[in-house]
């Protein structure tokens, strides 16, 4: 009996430590595979594998679709149509990366109204994986040689081109005031740079071992997961780091706007754990992604949206 009640004891310790299992408030449905996914302005942006840049309302979730690229050549000369894995918006411009099929070169759009402009075409030969707006006239670049760059919108010239390591490029992602980038690399590197000018600030070497596949930067904390199992984070302002380690292979992370919550995919179930970065404790475990997990955004402290290899993006509610 004695025994029984010491694990009864143990049992309901543990449950009172879990953190609360959450399910997703609501699901949107794009028109395809959800390759990359922000948040601007009151709008979830959605980048398809239908060639697509989608436009959630986040008052009535309306999907609307704003423009869908021209069909491509793949190199066996099929008709497939032209992935769409990096977006953006800057006031009243979108940004669009996209597959060209010709060479594994990436094209660049910019949609402004009904006006659809190729900024950088497979004639250009950049194999570009990632854009963002650092603001209206300039957009920063990472290609897949892990190279930054900064494209003027006006000239159409790249202000410069950084090669930040020797390996292969992963991820970026840009503060909030778009003043610093951080990008990750295969060989497990972060690099943390001024985002105007190119310049190189911190390399951290120290935190992954393996592939890096997401990024998220803040004003104090930098944020990364790998193919190592583990889900870092550094604070910038007080040098403190670590990572969790993950039961899986981190695919994705995300950074609340105040800074106060790190999500990360911690197992094969596509689980996202929302640690308190105060206490560096688990907060919640959101459970019922559907496929492997490729984005995490933050809209405030409680609502957040995760999208994966589907046309399903989950949106989430954390209870105060």
């Known amino acids: 009996m004695r025994r029984f009640s010491i694990l009864l004891i143990l049992l309901l310790g543990w449950l009172w430590a879990a953190p609360p299992v959450l399910h997703p408030a609501r699901q949107i449905v794009a028109d395809g595979v959800v390759e990359d996914m922000v948040l601007r302005d009151g709008e979830l942006l959605l980048g398809t594998g239908h060639g697509s840049l989608q436009r959630v309302d986040l008052n009535d979730f309306k999907v609307t679709t704003l423009v869908t690229l021209k069909q491509i050549k793949d190199f066996m000369g099929d008709t497939i149509d032209a992935k769409v894995f990096s977006v953006d918006k800057n006031g009243d411009r979108y940004l669009l990366l996209s597959d060209s099929g010709q060479g594994g070169y990436s094209d660049l759009w910019i949609l402004e109204g009904d006006r659809l402009k190729k900024m950088i075409g497979a004639e250009d030969q950049k194999a570009l994986i ?169 809209l405030d402290e409680t609502t957040l949206f995760s999208s994966s290899q589907d046309n399903t993006v989950m949106m989430w509610q954390l209870k105060p």
């Open 130 to 298: 990632k854009a963002r707006f650092l603001d209206h006239d300039h957009v920063l670049l990472g290609s897949l040689s892990n190279e930054a760059s900064l494209l003027d919108l006006k000239t159409g010239k790249e202000l410069y081109q950084t090669q930040l390591t020797e390996s292969k490029f992963s991820d970026f992602d840009l503060d909030l005031e778009t003043r610093h980038a951080a990008f990750g690399c295969e060989s497990g590197e972060l690099t943390l740079i001024d985002a105007g000018n190119g310049k190189v600030l911190k390399h951290f070497t120290d935190l992954h071992v393996d592939n890096i596949f997401g990024v998220a930067l803040g004003q104090t904390w930098l944020l990364a997961g790998g193919q190592d199992r583990r889900a870092s984070y550094i604070n910038l302002k007080t040098e403190q780091k670590g990572y969790f380690k993950a039961r899986f292979l981190v695919y994705a992370v995300g950074l609340s706007p105040r800074e106060d919550l790190a999500a990360y995919a911690m197992d094969e179930d596509n689980t996202i754990t929302i640690y308190d970065l105060g206490t560096l404790t688990p907060r919640y475990r959101l459970h019922g992604q559907k496929s492997t997990l490729d984005a995490i955004v933050f």
